[in-house]
């Protein structure tokens, strides 16, 4: 499966911001899907994970309350929608998919190109 991410920006601190994740191939409904964000010099870590049925989800303590992670199966589309945002999640952001799911990388076996996204105070 191919991911292709976008919606990423320059937006001012308290702005929202809606990633999207297009799945190509093989449909997105076989995988567990999250978006991760990586720091230079940082792993890569789980900003939200949503499990085939979008039953199931995580979020990052960073992450609750302020944002959304949902999925279209029907469009195999990954949505993140970020409200209040912060300088501090100034990021690239990764959706992924894969077979295990969970928060982290490991669970994953399909990565996107990255979306930056930018937080100005």
């Known amino acids: 499966v191919q991911l292709q991410a976008s919606g990423g920006g320059l937006v001012q601190a308290g702005g929202s911001l809606r990633l999207s994740c297009a799945a190509s191939g093989r449909t997105s409904s076989s995988y567990y899907m999250g978006w991760f964000r990586q720091r230079p010099g940082k792993e890569r870590e789980a900003v939200a994970a949503v499990t085939i049925s979008g039953t199931s989800i995580y979020y990052a303590d960073s992450a609750k309350g302020r944002f959304t992670i949902s999925r279209d199966n029907a469009k195999n589309t990954l949505y993140l929608q970020m409200n209040n945002l912060k300088p501090e999640d100034t990021d690239v952001y990764y959706c992924?998919?894969?077979?295990?799911?969970?928060?982290?990388?490991?669970?994953?076996?399909?990565w996107g190109q990255g979306t930056l996204v930018t937080v100005s105070s």
């Open positions: 992924a998919a894969g077979y295990g799911g969970g928060r982290y990388a490991s669970g994953y076996e399909y």
